[in-house]
């Protein structure tokens, strides 16, 4: 929140890979998840993070015996790293790029949650029961269209890549969540 009052701090902690490649600021690929450009932003990522976050927490505790705060944990900042390589790629020389938020990380646990409960029904926003592996399929087709397009000052890459982290994390656990999709999800009556 400080960064809404402090654009010089923002831009100190913001993702910007030109910093992390030519002057070796690497901390950026943690921090900027941590700053948001605005309350609306901050308010979206965090109201994702609350929906989904304990649930997933929870679940993990079902699919693997390590501590399921540790493998959160692993879960998000993975996430957040993850999120950051096509920006990488895409705008390593570029000294005017920039991004925050933890989209990246938040993605990462909404697909999480998507790959244990794939049949679960969901409300998303104007449109009723939709099932999870239904909404994943169209977040990440909109999420690819929407980096292709661009100029909407949104690293919809991020949410892409994000997305891809938390499947495959998710899988690392327990490969049979893939092979066998739902099958979890009855085994613990959701």
Same mark, same amino acid.
């Given at each position: ?9 923002? $831009? ?21 998840? =941590? ?7 901050? =308010? ?15 679940? =993990? ?32 020389? $570029? ?17 999480? @949650? ?61 490969? $049979? ?7 979890? @999800? ?5």
């Amino acid at each position: 929140m400080a960064c809404f009052q402090d654009r010089r701090l923002l $831009d100190t902690l913001a993702f910007q890979p030109y910093a992390v490649r030519n002057q070796g600021q690497w901390y950026r690929l943690f921090t900027h998840a =941590f700053v948001h450009a605005d309350w609306p932003h901050l =308010f979206v990522n965090m109201f994702v993070l609350f929906m989904f976050g304990r649930n997933v927490e929870l679940l =993990f505790s079902e699919v693997t015996a390590l501590p399921a705060q540790v493998v959160y944990g692993t879960l998000y900042i993975g996430g957040i790293l993850f999120a950051t390589l096509p920006g990488m790629a895409k705008y390593g020389q $570029d000294p005017n790029y920039r991004s925050v938020g933890a989209s990246g990380a938040v993605s990462a646990v909404l697909f999480a @949650q998507i790959l244990l409960l794939p049949t679960r029904e969901s409300d998303m926003m104007f449109i009723k029961n939709v099932p999870n592996w239904l909404f994943g399929i169209l977040y990440l087709v909109y999420s690819y269209f929407m980096d292709k397009r661009g100029g909407d000052h949104v690293a919809h890459d991020a949410h892409f890549y994000g997305a891809v982290f938390g499947v495959l994390f998710t899988t690392a656990l327990d490969p $049979d969540l893939l092979l066998h999709l739902g099958a979890f @999800q009855r085994s613990i009556g959701y």
